[in-house]
T-cell receptor, first 113, second 115 residues
Framework: QKEVEQDPGPLSVPEGAIVSLNCTYSNSAFQYFMWYRQYSRKGPELLMYTYSSGNKEDGRFTAQVDKSSKYISLFIRDSQPSDSATYLC?????????????FGKGTKLTVNP | NAGVTQTPKFRVLKTGQSMTLLCAQDMNHEYMYWYRQDPGMGLRLIHYSVGEGTTAKGEVPDGYNVSRLKKQNFLLGLESAAPSQTSVYFCASSPRQGYSGNTIYFGEGSWLTVV
């Protein structure tokens, strides 16, 4: 089983739609969960991070973590063309005394005006 | 604030040539990383460092070497470039886990083509 699975998309939605991006993971050592946004030909930038189960909101973005199911989601409300980017989920934790940091492969999102 | 700065941004190499990518961070971070990103493969960790003078192998270390002589700099070297090393390279830095929200900051990327 892969440590992290992320639907690669691509995902295309109309402006104003609610977008749901999802990842699953298999390693219980993961403690911190992050979502990154990457515009074309740019480096990833942190959108949100959390370390507990439940929801965390930041403007139009909501990160949801379910540790019991090993499932994380990012919801984007009232999506805008400027949200068009690749979204990467990421985990960080300690395993065997060493830090482990894992990224999903990314989901490409296009929001059409 | 500069954050994480990578140089050069673009480079074309001939097979067999050597080069060094430089990463500099001004946030006093302990950890630094080098990733490569290829279509359909996502970010893959090449090497990383948990402090000045230390380095460790990541997922795809073959063909690369690194050095962290100063805390703020992390160098990635290609001794004999191969076409398979054509990629976008990202440097990143972060504080130790558990500090400052565990944020990992990325540079803007270095586009390398080996012909």
């Amino acid at each position: 089983q892969k440590e992290v699975e992320q639907d690669p998309g691509p995902l295309s939605v109309p402006e104003g739609a609610i977008v749901s991006l999802n990842c699953t993971y298999s390693n219980s050592a993961f403690q911190y969960f992050m979502w990154y946004r990457q515009y074309s030909r740019k480096g990833p930038e942190l959108l949100m991070y959390t370390y507990s189960s439940g929801n965390k909101e930041d403007g139009r973005f909501t990160a949801q973590v379910d540790k019991s199911s090993k499932y994380i989601s990012l919801f984007i409300r009232d999506s805008q063309p400027s949200d068009s980017a690749t979204y990467l989920c990421a985990w960080r934790g300690i395993q065997g005394g060493s830090e482990k940091l894992v990224f999903g492969k990314g989901t490409k999102l296009t929001v059409n005006p | 604030n500069a954050g994480v700065t990578q140089t050069p941004k673009f480079r074309v190499l001939k097979t067999g040539q050597s080069m060094t990518l430089l990463c500099a961070q001004d946030m006093n971070h302990e950890y630094m990383y080098w990733y490569r990103q290829d279509p359909g493969m996502g970010l893959r960790l090449i090497h990383y460092s948990v402090g000045e003078g230390t380095t460790a192998k990541g997922e795809v270390p073959d063909g690369y070497n690194v050095s962290r002589l100063k805390k703020q700099n992390f160098l990635l070297g290609l001794e004999s470039a191969a076409p398979s090393q054509t990629s976008v390279y990202f440097c990143a830095s972060s504080p130790r886990q558990g500090y400052s929200g565990n944020t990992i900051y990325f540079g803007e990327g270095s586009w390398l083509t080996v012909v």
